[in-house]
């Protein structure tokens, strides 16, 4: 009898584990696609021409699955839309001709999972309403990486509640056998209890090693990284109300950045030129991230104030102090860096690295600017190579280009990868 109770409780207990197994593979597998780093992904590959719910350098990404025919082409459009084009797909060339023949760089380097994540954080972001308070404040939206760190949570949750149980089973397994062997005479030691169970003990510790393993080489790797900082500033000045709604162009503030290496922070003269007449703010409100409501008069008081001048009087009547602005992107000492070469020899954008900073009224930092976003940009970037005599030098490069044999030149291709360009 009791042989048979015991042999029942047994294949209940394989039940249990088949049953948690499968559990635990299910789990594993709902969110296959992943929402927040698709999020990350797109920002560094996708941002400079696209946008979620407006069509900017490419088209609105909303509902772009539903544009194609099936989900294999659209990963062949993103690794090499060339191939597709010459492939006669009707959609792909009519996109060509609608965007002015402009072809969409290759990105052989984005896996088939990368493509899925970012089409995962795209239809997260096209079913949250277009604008809300992020679009007021001019900060992206945040809630696909919210999400995907919950997900992470409840998924880590079900595997330890799992682990747990399985333990239990393993402890009732034992007690069984125990049991079974007592009632036909046959001398079994007594269980040791889990917590004494040196294997028990030995699995933990070594689940311990690696998570404390795993956490201490992510935070070694985040050193001195500080994506979305964004500081309180003496002076609230809103780039969103300067370069935004006034269309003040960024190198007039910033003359340095097609000149030297450093973009430089405008002088109070470069600022004073416009604000000797422009004495009150009369643009929308301003608000800061947590919401407080901010004087806009006020704030070019602060300037006046630091720069000794009288607005009443229409002169400078004391002298002038300077505004200790907080520096927000500072690379390591040891990384070399020229906003000219990428500016003038690379025309590339503001917006590349700083993200839509016509939209931000506070300024923070967008990308990452870790040497593997930097060189995954210059992996991926086409420079602007014929008609720049920057890139006079290549020759042969120049030649495959007339030739046919490439359409394009990367950055990597002009030796933009090579350790002595960012570090010498």
Partial sequence: MYRRVSNHLRKQFVSVLILCAGLLFSFSNVNAADAGKGKAIFQANCATCHNVHKKVTGPALAGVEDRWTNKKLLHQWVHNSASVLASGDAYANNLFKDFNGQQMPAFPSISDEDIDNILAYIKDEQSKPVGGAAAATGQPATGGEEEGSGNSLLFGIITLVLAVVALILLQINSNLNKLAADKEGVAVPEPVPFYKNKAYIAIVIFLLFILGGYYTINGAIGLGRQKDYQPVQPIFYSHK?????????????????????????????????????????????????????????????KLYDHVGWDKDKGKYTKPGTPIEWVRIHKLPDHVYFNHSQHVVAGKQQCQTCHGNIQEMDEVKQFAELSMGWCINCHRTTKVQFTENKYYSIFTKLHDDVKNGKIDSVTVEQVGGTECQKCHY
Avoid: D, F, R, W
């Fill in 241 to 301: 109300v300067h370069a935004g709604i006034n269309q003040i162009n960024c190198l007039y503030c910033h003359a340095g950045a097609e000149k030297s290496k450093h973009a430089m922070i405008p002088s109070e003269n470069i600022c004073m030129n416009c604000h000797k007449a422009i004495n009150e703010y009369h643009g929308p409100e301003l608000t800061t991230v947590e919401g407080k409501k901010i004087n806009g008069t006020a704030e070019i008081q």
